[in-house]
């Protein structure tokens, strides 16, 4: 098979990078995109959009999100005991763009369940991951929180929203 084309790495200039820099270099990893729910000690809903998801362990069942330290509802993930991560769906891009607004009613109009610990379940999602807040570390400006999965639930065939290069896409590009 032939080679194909393709375009010369990005070096930034000098001895370093700044964080616009890293940033764009990171935005070269597709990922998927999950919205990160819980419920407040006063029981109002808090819930944000998130792509800094992953899988941890098998055995026990562990997921990993992240979440910058001065996050408004860095109090309410920091000390609640359970919160859900909810996997979207292709067609919950404008879902994925309101949890990621400030200063709105995000569960306005939002069909939900409650799930593990009073956490939100959204509908529609591809996947969801209920889990106990298991542990937390402070790395840098975020800190990564590890949950120990209690329930988790799929759709057959369901098809991801992926994020790639700042721009949403419902199948990957080629």
């Known amino acids: ?9 990005v070096v930034p200039p000098g001895p370093g990078f700044d964080s616009q820099q890293f940033r764009s270099a990171l935005g070269m990893f597709a990922t998927g995109v999950t919205i990160v729910t819980a419920r407040a000690p006063d029981g109002s809903l808090v819930g944000l959009t998130a792509n800094s998801f992953n899988s ?13 330290q001065k996050a408004g ?11 859900a991560i909810n996997i979207l769906a292709a067609d919950q891009k ?9 200063d709105i009613d995000r569960f306005a109009g939002v ?10 379940v959204l509908d ?9 807040n298991r542990s937390q570390y402070e790395e840098g400006d975020h800190v990564i929180f590890v949950g120990e999965v ?6 057959e065939g369901a098809q991801p929203l992926i994020f790639h290069g700042g ?4 199948e990957l590009p080629l």
């Not at 098979?1 to 790495?9: E, G, K, R, V, Y």
């Not at 529609?124 to 106990?132: R, T």
């Open 1 to 9: 098979m032939p080679a194909t084309p393709t375009s010369p790495l």
């Open 56 to 68: 941890v362990s098998l055995s026990p069942p562990l997921v990993l999100w992240s979440l910058g």
């Open 73 to 83: 509802s860095m109090p309410v993930f920091s000390r609640g005991s359970h919160y």
């Open 94 to 102: 404008e879902l994925s763009q309101r949890f990621a607004t400030r």
């Open 111 to 120: 069909a939900w369940r409650e799930g593990a610990g009073g956490a939100p």
């Open 124 to 132: 529609g999602v591809a996947a969801v991951f209920e889990c106990a």
């Open 150 to 155: 209690e329930s988790c639930s799929w759709r």
């Open 167 to 170: 721009r949403y896409y419902t």
